[in-house]
């Protein structure tokens, strides 16, 4: 089963528009982690954010972790066509080794 | 290093006959998870293997099963295949720390 929702399930944007997708889960976590998957292919991973950290950066991506609300957001700023993909975050438990991941975000970012 | 390799990349079973998957993990790598992924219900963790041991298993039934060798690399088995486990098998290896890499996949058709 799934540990938590994604929203929005689909988004359409422009080349050079920021995205920002939102993950929220249910559990007590460990870490949580944000992946991108291309036409159902392996699953690329973007970013780790732990559970006492509040926002983290890479390059275009910034996430932040509310751990009291149980959620999390993924922003991707200046988007290109090639980050057309799926977008999953994803739970780790203690003791780790079993990720929990959301139902998934469908970017399309239009030329 | 070389990334996470699985095989076969896509295999056609039909129902009652069984399939062996195959995983290794990158090199160094001690920890190999598996994932179910279907358009119905998402990406779902089968189990990990850590040293050869099973760590954590996932809600699935008797029928799938796994096992990791000595030099870490993974199978995983389903018997009496049903035509609902036709889907994406994932295999992502970790090296102690909580990211994991995963492989291409491995894509079943079961008719």
């Known amino acids: 089963s799934q540990q938590g929702e994604e929203d929005p399930q689909a988004l359409s944007i422009q080349e050079g528009e920021n995205a920002t997708m939102n993950c929220s889960y249910k559990?007590?976590?460990?870490?949580l982690q944000w992946y991108r998957q291309n036409s159902g292919r392996g699953l690329v991973h973007l970013i780790l954010?732990?559970?006492?950290?509040r926002e983290k950066h890479s390059g275009r991506l910034r996430v932040t972790l509310d751990t009291s609300k149980k959620s999390s957001s993924l922003l991707i700023t200046a988007s290109r066509a090639a980050d057309t993909a799926s977008y999953f975050c994803?739970?780790?438990?203690?003791?780790?080794?079993?990720?929990?991941f959301g139902q998934g975000t469908e970017l399309s970012v239009k030329p | 290093k070389a990334g996470v390799t699985q095989t076969p990349r896509y295999l056609i079973k039909t129902r009652g006959q069984q399939v062996t998957l195959s995983c290794s993990p990158i090199?160094?790598?001690?920890?190999v998870s598996w994932y179910q992924q279907t358009p119905g219900q998402g990406l779902q963790f089968l189990f990990e293997?850590?040293?050869?041991?099973?760590?954590n298993k996932g809600n699935f039934p008797g029928r799938f099963s796994g096992r990791q060798f000595s030099n870490s690399r993974s199978e995983m088995n389903v018997s009496t295949l049903e035509l609902g486990d036709s889907a994406l098998y994932l295999c992502?290896?970790?090296?102690?720390?909580?990211?994991?890499?995963f492989g291409p996949g491995t894509r079943l058709l079961v008719l």
């Open positions: 994803a739970t780790d438990e203690f003791p780790g080794g079993k990720l929990i």
């Open positions: 559990t007590s976590i460990n870490n």
């Open positions: 992502a290896s970790s090296g102690g720390q909580e990211t994991q890499y």
């Open positions: 954010i732990r559970s006492n950290e």
């Open positions: 090199s160094g790598h001690r920890s």
């Open positions: 293997y850590f040293s050869e041991t099973q760590r």
